[in-house]
Nanobody, 121 residues
Framework: VQLQASGGGLVQAGGSLRLSCVASSRIFSSAVMGWFRQAPGQAREFVGCIRWGVGRTYYADSVKGRFTISRVQAENAVYLQMNNLKPEDTAVYYC???????????????WGQGTLVTVSS
């Protein structure tokens, strides 16, 4: 499965962005699609994920209430809606696929290429 992420850009603090991630083939219902981010000099950080089949979502405390993950199964697409963005949200954002629920990056099998989100103050 290849993942293609898009939607990053420059936005002012308080603004919104919507990231998209499309898979090259069908995502099975048992999969988990995650979003991660990595700021310069920092480790890759879990942002949130969604259980593909049931649609249950999980979020890091740092984004809870501001970010929302959704998916369109028929399009093999997952989205990250980011509202009330803060300068500390600046990072390269990645989508990834795992076979079970996890927040640990090495346990994700497939990764998108990343899309840069820059939030200005």
């Amino acid at each position: 499965v290849q993942l293609q992420a898009s939607g990053g850009g420059l936005v002012q603090a308080g603004g919104s962005l919507r990231l998209s991630c499309v898979a090259s083939s069908r995502i099975f219902s048992s999969a988990v699609m995650g979003w991660f981010r990595q700021a310069p000099g920092q480790a890759r950080e879990f942002v949130g994920c969604i259980r593909w089949g049931v649609g249950r979502t999980y979020y890091a405390d740092s984004v809870k209430g501001r970010f929302t993950i959704s998916r369109v199964q028929a399009e093999n697409a997952v989205y990250l809606q980011m509202n009330n963005l803060k300068p500390e949200d600046t990072a390269v954002y990645y989508c990834a696929r795992a076979t079970e629920y996890t927040t640990v990056p090495p346990q994700y099998i497939n990764w998108g290429q990343g899309t840069l989100v820059t939030v200005s103050s």
